[in-house]
């Protein structure tokens, strides 16, 4: 854990790592894949379903003078992205009922062999090309692909789809097919379909052991990660990632968890897991942000024995207590002296502007976390979440991010401001995830870097930023 004499304040911070991890499709959860040239001039159901409403249909296109179509279909229900190369128009279209609605369309010029792909976050659907040269290529083959460059969104389109279907609801979602095929003369190359990967990452934190202690095996570091989707808050969802401490640019996605509450499945996130290892449970923490609509964010909770740090879970939660009246996001939790410390953002308002700062609970002596207690808070703040629980030396404090300030407060467990750690600060408003790698500091955070915000707007970021200390 460093030096016994060391604090926060005597660490100095410089950038060695800055990368953008990008996946249309997340390379560990592929769920279909053709392998050789389907036939097209159809609609090809493929049998395969996502769990929840954070799917992507990848097209490798040959050529097209008709309709390159992808999405989810099943029974009298489908929700699918088209492009029509001879028209040069890209459209989502919503069928229920027996009608078909588009919902919206644009205009889109491709020629030649080009990759088509269609993504569903949440309720959103957005319809992206990449007229690189594709043969053979996928997500991360090339550069431009795995910064986000070569995939560029043309169309979006959340409450027009959702006006007409919800496929939050499981009942909705359990009917749904990855489909593609193609209307007139299409010839398609390979496809395939799996859950949605991420546009960047942001809330890193990583996976830690109730004292504490990171969560590590075989050289790598557990985190979780806000994953971003093709748009706003909602298209977001939460997963689990390893980062190779020998190297930190060597980053995978190893889980993906979902949330299903008030009837329907969300990608709730910016939250944390910790393993107590006296009960070999799972506590998961998230914020509510999965169907944020400016009316409050509350901190959610489950336990698990489940191995929520492989695969895909779609898992129960509810709301925990907490000694607020307001709204709360960003837990953090560790159990220090034996007692359970949650620190976490409050905010007193979300309209007609943000104001937010960070708050330390404790439970009693031999409770549970859902017990604490208010120890205190930096109302001076109005700009400030990211809130992190660490050791360093002999002490343990709370870090947070102050976007006015432009800087990582850094608090002793009583909520008394210490100063702050000597670190670039990025846009956005980065967090501060200290933790020790043998001999030194690293703090792992991203930037508010957008993909693509003028078809997407807001919410498309980051970049993942690796720090080291001396």
């Known amino acids: 854990m460093g030096q016994p004499s060391v604090t926060p304040l005597d660490l100095h911070f410089a950038v060695s790592h800055r990368y953008r991890p990008f996946d249309l499709v997340s390379p560990r959860f592929v769920q279909y894949d053709s392998g050789t040239s389907p036939t097209s001039g159809t609609l090809v159901r493929t049998g395969v379903r996502p769990r929840a409403p954070f799917a992507s249909v990848l097209v490798d296109v040959r050529r097209a003078d008709g309709v390159v179509v992808a999405g989810l279909a099943g029974g009298g229900t489908s929700v699918l992205g088209t492009l029509d190369a001879t028209t040069g128009r890209a459209a989502i279209e919503v069928t229920t009922g027996g009608a078909t609605t588009v919902v919206k369309s644009a205009e889109v010029r491709v020629s030649g062999a080009f990759r088509f792909a269609v993504v569903v976050n949440e309720n959103a659907v957005t319809v992206l090309v990449d007229t690189a040269d594709t043969t053979g290529a996928t997500d991360t083959d090339t550069d431009t692909a795995s910064t986000g460059t070569g995939w560029q969104p043309v169309l979006?389109?959340?409450?027009?789809?959702?006006?007409?279907?919800?496929?939050?609801?499981?009942?909705?979602?359990?009917?749904?097919?990855?489909?593609?095929?193609?209307?007139?003369?299409?010839?398609?190359?390979?496809?395939?379909?799996?859950?949605?990967?991420?546009?960047?990452v942001r809330d890193p934190h990583v996976v830690q052991h109730a004292d504490g202690r990171p969560f590590v095996r075989d050289g790598k570091l557990y985190l979780t990660m806000t994953n971003a989707g093709l748009g706003f808050f909602q298209q977001a969802h939460w997963a689990v990632w390893t980062i190779d401490l020998a190297d930190p640019t060597r980053l995978e996605q190893v889980a993906v968890l979902f949330f299903e509450r008030d009837g329907v499945v969300l990608g709730d996130h910016a939250g944390q897991i910790v393993h107590?290892?006296?009960?070999?449970?799972?506590?998961?923490?998230?914020?509510?942000?999965?169907?944020?609509?400016?009316?409050?964010?509350?901190?959610?909770?489950?336990?698990?024995?489940?191995?929520?740090?492989?695969?895909?879970?779609?898992?129960?939660?509810?709301?925990?207590?907490?000694?607020?009246?307001?709204?709360?996001?960003?837990?953090?939790?560790?159990?220090?002296?034996?007692?359970?410390?949650?620190?976490?953002?409050?905010?007193?308002?979300?309209?007609?502007?943000?104001?937010?700062?960070?708050?330390?609970?404790?439970?009693?002596?031999?409770?549970?976390?859902?017990?604490?207690?208010?120890?205190?808070?930096?109302?001076?703040?109005?700009?400030?979440?990211?809130?992190?629980?660490?050791?360093?030396?002999?002490?343990?404090?709370?870090?947070?991010?102050?976007?006015?300030?432009?800087?990582?407060?850094?608090?002793?467990?009583?909520?008394?401001?210490?100063?702050?750690?000597?670190?670039?600060?990025?846009?956005?408003?980065?967090?501060?995830?200290?933790?020790?790698?043998?001999?030194?500091?690293?703090?792992?955070?991203?930037?508010?870097?957008?993909?693509?915000?003028p078809v997407l707007g807001y919410g498309g970021h980051g970049d993942l930023i690796v720090m080291r200390g001396r």
């Open 156 to 200: 979006t389109e959340r409450d027009g789809v959702r006006a007409l279907v919800d496929l939050r609801v499981p009942a909705v979602l359990d009917g749904l097919d990855y489909a593609y095929g193609g209307r007139g003369d299409v010839r398609l190359g390979r496809v395939r379909a799996g859950y949605f990967g991420q546009a960047g």
């Open 276 to 453: 107590d290892d006296r009960t070999g449970r799972f506590v998961v923490l998230t914020s509510s942000w999965g169907d944020f609509a400016f009316e409050g964010v509350h901190i959610r909770h489950t336990t698990t024995t489940a191995n929520v740090l492989r695969g895909v879970h779609v898992l129960p939660s509810a709301r925990l207590a907490l000694p607020t009246a307001v709204s709360s996001w960003d837990p953090a939790l560790t159990r220090v002296d034996d007692r359970w410390h949650l620190a976490f953002v409050e905010s007193e308002a979300q309209r007609p502007a943000f104001v937010f700062h960070p708050a330390l609970a404790v439970a009693p002596p031999g409770a549970d976390y859902g017990e604490s207690r208010m120890v205190g808070a930096d109302d001076t703040l109005d700009q400030a979440e990211g809130t992190i629980i660490q050791r360093v030396g002999r002490g343990w404090y709370v870090f947070a991010s102050d976007s006015d300030a432009g800087h990582y407060p850094v608090y002793d467990m009583s909520m008394r401001k210490l100063g702050a750690l000597d670190a670039p600060y990025g846009t956005n408003i980065p967090h501060p995830m200290l933790l020790p790698v043998g001999h030194e500091w690293w703090l792992i955070t991203f930037d508010g870097t957008q993909y693509a915000e």
